[in-house]
């Protein structure tokens, strides 16, 4: 089952999270969201990584969201714990600790783009379309992604693709705020995995922290945000990591985090 997601170290510290199920387009069968959930476990066991890369295995479907062909089987309230089901697997993705790139390498509709959503940053192809189509479909996102796209690039836009369940291309995704890179077809696992070294490089329970601070603190007021923020720059400071960079600064060379 976990063959259907696979995990490699691409790079030192730097592991890409691979949906291997080309024929299907990559699509959230019951299998699937198991092997992911089996995979993010592995992830968040391991102190070796420091930066995880999303992706779908081919080149035409990053994914396709849910498997249609496996809902077509079931009664309502099988589709409704079906997508109970894709919405606590892709809430797990959000809780990786440590920073997430969605490279969306072909196709994310509905399902497919509410995983990358939940992913930290997001880099698509240039050649690809991605939208949240369900209400085409007369059902409406149910993975998060009306909470989730909504925070992303505000209401009106948001409102503005759920409505019309139109996907958008590269271009008007990267001008409304819903990737944060594009590149060629050609470029983007090299550019994808150069973005995932440049964060691995850098103080790896720094990043944790970090991810916490920005992420909690979205989700309340400023006031009770600068306090997290406070929290987590604190837990910083008794590292050994702390000290290397600074020494390291002095000595005007490249430090070595070992995460402690």
Known sequence: MTNLVTLEEVEA????LTLNRPEA??????????????????????????????????????CAGADLKERKEMDDEQVIQA????????????????????MINGVAFGGGLELALACDLRMMSTLTTVGLTE?????????????????????GKAKSMIYTAKPVDADRAYQIGLVEYIHDPQILFEEAKDLACT???????????????????YET????????????YQRTIPTHDRIEGLQAFKEKRKPEYKGE
């Open 13 to 16: 510290h730097v592991y890409v």
């Open 25 to 62: 387009a990559n699509a959230l069968s019951r299998d699937v969201l198991d092997a992911l959930a089996e995979r993010v476990d592995e992830l968040k066991r391991s102190s070796q990584v420091r930066a995880v890369i999303v992706t779908g295995s081919g080149s035409k479907a990053f």
């Open 83 to 102: 997508v109970t089901k894709i919405g606590e697997t892709i809430n797990l993705i959000e809780e990786i600790p440590v920073p997430t790139i969605a």
């Open 135 to 155: 209400t085409s479909l007369a059902i409406i996102p149910g993975a998060g992604g009306t909470q989730r796209l909504s925070r992303l690039i505000g209401l």
């Open 199 to 217: 964060i691995a490089r850098n103080g790896p329970l720094a990043m944790k922290q970090a991810k916490k601070a920005i992420n909690t603190g």
């Open 221 to 232: 007021d400023l006031r009770t945000a600068l306090e997290i923020e406070r929290i987590c």
